[in-house]
T-cell receptor, first 114, second 109 residues
Framework: EAQVTQNPRYLITVTGKKLTVTCSQN?????MSWYRQDPGLGLRQIYY???????DKGDVPEGYKVSRKEKRNFPLILESPSPNQTSLYFCASSFSPAYGYGYTFGSGTRLTVV | QQPVQSPQAVILREGEDAVINCSSSKALYSVHWYRQKHGEAPVFLMI?????EQKGHEKISASFNEKKQQSSLYLTASQLSYSGTYFC??????????FGKGTRLSVIA
């Protein structure tokens, strides 16, 4: 089944404890993105990647890191999480938006930083 | 720059029609439309590319007016299953997709 898989689905952590949210897609998509969703603010892009080893900042990149060493994986790293990073996170991938392909989203990761 | 969606929320009775608008202050390359049901991930509905076009998807269709830098999503004869939050996402050439804040649609019996 074609899908984007995120793990974990839920995570509660303490301030300053490094964490990684994994994202993997099995559709051979070139484009991958991370979004955070907060009430009233919609989906805001954190980082995106247009191909292996090519990543760039989105609208809210502070406090996050990403890597794209393989086409299928795009992990989101929080080196020192803070309470303002409590949010719902989505990973998404697309073959090529420029050619009319939409994004497929993962199921989401609800992160709480205390 | 984040596109502006209107209205922010709308309540419909089954069978009624609705229009959701999405506008940008910049020239657009494409417009995406997604629907997100409560507690779920957004689901892709359709994409409209530069050149001005209209697309249809069951009773849900959309138009893209390149000149006005805006798109509209049309939901006709709404069903209970149409309830959710609708997001438009806009692309400017060589920039990633940026989503609007969403329009919450509630369809009641």
């Amino acid at each position: 089944e074609a899908q984007v898989t995120q793990n974990p689905r839920y995570l509660i952590t303490v301030t300053g404890k490094k964490l990684t949210v994994t994202c993997s897609q099995n559709m051979n998509h070139e484009y991958m993105s991370w979004y955070r969703q907060d009430p009233g603010l919609g989906l805001r892009q954190i980082y995106y990647s247009m191909n292996v080893e090519v990543t760039d900042k989105g609208d809210v990149p502070e406090g996050y890191k990403v890597s794209r060493k393989e086409k299928r994986n795009f992990p989101l790293i929080l080196e020192s999480p803070s309470p303002n990073q409590t949010s719902l996170y989505f990973c998404a991938s697309s073959f090529s938006p420029a050619y009319g392909y939409g994004y497929t989203f993962g199921s989401g990761t609800r992160l709480t930083v205390v | 720059q984040q596109p502006v969606q209107s209205p922010q929320a709308v309540i419909l009775r089954e069978g009624e029609d609705a229009v959701i608008n999405c506008s940008s202050s910049k020239a657009l390359y494409s417009v995406h439309w997604y629907r997100q049901k409560h507690g779920e991930a957004p689901v892709f509905l359709m994409i409209l590319l530069k050149g001005g076009e209209q697309k249809g998807h069951e009773k849900i269709s959309a138009s893209f007016n390149e000149k006005k830098q805006q798109s509209s999503l049309y939901l006709t004869a709404s069903q209970l299953s149409y309830s959710g939050t609708y997001f438009c996402g806009t692309e400017i050439m060589n920039t990633p997709l940026v989503f609007g804040k969403g329009t919450r649609l509630s369809v009641i019996a």
